[in-house]
């Protein structure tokens, strides 16, 4: 009795290694609202996020600069929480390497750099994770491996 021996694994591995040769590219919009979603999840906890605490509150100083009512730390007009948790922000960033491999996510709000690393009259409040939450870093490879897989 013939034996057939059907190669199934090479044609599913020559789609897995075309689809690897675009690098990033076809995930970008996925991974990048991903990316936002974490930002946006950073504001939330008040910078909580992949660090021991929150960031630290308004110097009565300032509150009292900016007057009566309720200010979020990091989130006074909106503006610099919109540009990292929003792509329709006109300070959005997101931009894919030459190279396909890396995607960069981010803000374009000029002030952003004094809140991420501090001034001399003003703590850091660091928008960018000191590192990314492992959950989320799982988040982003199950959806890179779903597509990429299915």
Do not use: C
Not at 70 to 82: F, Q, Y
Not at 102 to 128: E, I, S
């Amino acid at each position: 009795m013939p034996v057939t021996v059907t190669d199934n694994a090479t044609p599913m591995l020559e789609a897995i290694r075309a689809r690897l040769a675009r690098g990033l590219e076809p995930y970008a919009p996925e991974l990048e609202a991903a990316a936002r979603g974490m930002f946006e999840r950073e504001f939330e906890s008040g910078g909580a996020l992949g660090r021991s605490g929150r960031w630290r509150e308004l110097s009565p100083a300032t509150m009292r600069r900016k007057g009566a009512g309720a200010w979020d730390v990091l989130d006074n007009t909106g503006e610099l929480r919109a540009s990292l948790a929003s792509p329709e922000s006109p300070y959005a960033y997101a931009q894919l390497s030459p190279d396909l491999m890396t995607l960069a996510v981010g803000t374009l709000v000029p002030y952003a750099p004094y809140h991420q690393f501090g001034t001399r009259n003003m703590p850091a409040r660091p928008l960018v994770p000191d590192e990314v939450p492992e959950d989320e870093r799982r988040r982003w490879t199950q959806l890179v491996s779903d597509r990429l897989l299915g």
